[in-house]
């Protein structure tokens, strides 16, 4: 197959033997520059585009290595294939180094270098066509899991999957990226069926007869350090997905061993239900009956219905027999606080249970409702993602773990629930008093469409309190949002594509959580 407007320079010091080469490659279509030397194949470069530099590594004047360090300055994008007589490992290595396309040794006769031009200029097309194949592959698997009974272990697995091709895709094929979010709304359908039908029973059952759930995340994944004497250092990033984390996690396993687990968010996927749940081990009716004076559902912020974890952490290392003398429990906002955090790591260490909560993620997902530039920053799932990684990879969370990686101490990292991309309004009607979220609310006789929302009637069902009898909540389903039928265009416009959380999806409920042993004191 002809190869039109591929364009080639070749640089050798023996270029005019090579003219049966130059000639075979015309023949193949492609438009070779030949030079016979690197300065003038840089001044060429510096001058032109091309698709692929040939490049002689022993060549008078210029070396070839040389030349190949001043093009990356001039050109650093266009692939190079390095030929040469010598096949000395070091000049290999440090050519190699340079990222190099491809390396030849002469003699080399023309269908080699086709062969090795072909390569570099078919490699995008070929890996679009295997992954392709291994996403036709993967998708049959999902097909044949959904044509079964799934039961929460599946759905677990499933979410892995999906948040895994996530990743892959948006990095390699926008066209099956777009098919899959498509597959992953399907999914979504039958996901909330799935919570819908099964939610109210695991709620009532023991922790060993259903799946793990908020209430399980302590006493399954950081009391058992504890009761064998090691220090544990507790971190629960806000609003953290699981493709999240396994964008991150590549980041921290330089340092540490790390065992990913999954569980399922308690409903509704919102801060003040699912953060309390795991820092007391109750369910949200458990914490008001018990504690009433520290369960603040109708505080006006968001932040101050969370105001007694510290507190509600030591009644369960109380109800659970661990005796500590060293519990400390921090919340961090801003940069200034994570800074100081950092400073002194070394000392919070000493604690026998150090627990952090990271809000930035959660600030970052409301803050770019409210932004143009942050909207313009992450418009969507992969950009917002890119965003992350870009954040921890410099923040002072990641300087903290890796101090932490030095020390005796077990890290359990883990996040309270995540959040979906909102496509779709929901029309909702309720009065004055009826919370304001987008995801989920709360009130006397809420109304709403079904299909787009799972309407909690009876919230002790849902292990959800009830203050008056008329009291429901109302979850939406998939990417829904709520909005109201006052000023409805205004809202419907302003909230969509906004990330958000409390309902019913696979990106807010099953969530990571990851034990962190140091590479230093690992067995």
């Known amino acids: 197959m002809n190869a039109p407007n591929r364009r080639i320079l070749w640089a050798d010091d023996e270029i005019d033997l090579l003219r049966p080469h130059i000639l075979y490659l015309e023949e193949k279509g492609y438009e070779v520059q030949a ?19 040939l490049l002689d590594e022993q060549m008078p ?7 190949l360090q001043s093009l990356r300055d001039v050109a650093p994008q266009v692939p190079v294939i390095m030929i040469t007589k010598s096949e000395e490992e070091h000049l290999m290595n440090e050519a190699l180094g340079h990222q190099i396309a491809d390396y030849l040794t002469k003699p080399v006769n023309p269908s080699q270098i086709w062969l090795a031009c072909k390569k570099v200029f078919e490699s995008k097309q070929l890996v679009r066509d295997q992954k392709t194949r291994d996403y036709v592959a993967e998708f049959n698997r999902i097909l044949a899991l959904r044509q079964g009974e799934l039961g929460a272990d599946d759905w677990l697995d499933l979410a892995l999957r999906l948040a895994g091709l996530d990743l892959e895709l948006a990095a390699t094929d926008e066209g099956l990226y777009q098919t ?10 039958e996901f909330a069926r799935f919570i819908t039908a099964n939610y109210p029973r695991w709620v009532r059952l023991p922790s060993d007869a259903r799946p793990l759930l908020s209430v399980d995340v302590v006493p399954q994944f950081v009391l058992p350090h504890l009761r064998q004497g090691k220090r544990v250092v507790f971190v629960v990033i806000d609003c953290m997905r699981l493709d999240h984390w396994l964008a991150l996690e590549p980041l921290l396993s330089p340092y540490f061993q790390i065992r990913k687990s999954l569980y399922y968010s308690i409903l509704p996927t919102a801060t003040p239900y699912s953060r309390n749940a795991i820092f007391s081990g109750l369910y949200p009716v458990q914490i008001a009956r018990k504690y009433p004076d520290w369960w603040l559902e109708d505080v006006g ?32 906002f801003t940069a200034d606080e994570a800074e100081r955090l950092k400073r002194r ?3 919070q260490a000493s604690a ?8 930035f993620l959660d600030l970052l997902l409301h803050g770019r409702s409210e932004s143009d530039i942050l909207q313009e920053l992450a418009p969507h799932e992969t950009a917002f993602r890119s965003l992350l990684l870009s954040w921890f990879s410099h923040s002072s969370l990641f300087e903290i773990l890796k101090m932490y990686a030095r020390q005796d101490v077990v890290v359990v990292l883990t996040t309270d629930h995540g959040s979906v991309q909102c496509k779709k309004s929901s029309l909702v009607y309720g009065n004055r008093q009826t919370s304001t979220n987008v995801r989920y609310k709360y009130g006397d006789n809420l109304v709403c469409e079904e299909k787009e929302a799972l309407h909690v009637k009876k919230p002790q069902e ?6 008056s ?4 909540y109302i979850l939406a389903k998939e990417n829904y949002y709520f909005v109201y039928p006052t000023n409805f265009h205004h809202y419907e416009k302003h909230f969509r594509g906004s990330f958000q959380h409390g309902g019913i999806s696979i990106e807010e409920m099953i969530l990571p959580v990851a034990t962190l042993v140091p590479h230093s004191v690992s067995p």
């Not at 030079?35 to 530099?53: P, T």
């Not at 009898?469 to 429901?472: A, E, P, Y």
């Open 352 to 359: 026998e249970l150090l627990s952090v909560v990271i809000n």
């Open 301 to 332: 912020s968001e932040s101050g219905k969370n105001r007694f974890e510290k507190a509600l952490l030591r009644k369960l290392l109380e109800r659970e027999d661990v005796k500590l003398e060293r519990v400390r429990y921090l919340k961090v």
């Open 180 to 189: 899959h979010q498509e597959q992953k709304a399907q999914i979504n359908r």
């Open 462 to 467: 849902f292990m959800l309190p009830m203050n």
């Open 35 to 53: 030079v016979a030397n690197g300065e003038d194949a840089l001044a060429l470069l510096a001058e032109q585009s091309f698709d692929v530099v």
């Open 61 to 67: 004047g210029i070396g070839g290595l040389e030349t």
């Open 469 to 472: 009898l008329t009291k429901n």
């Open 345 to 347: 790591a070394t000392s």
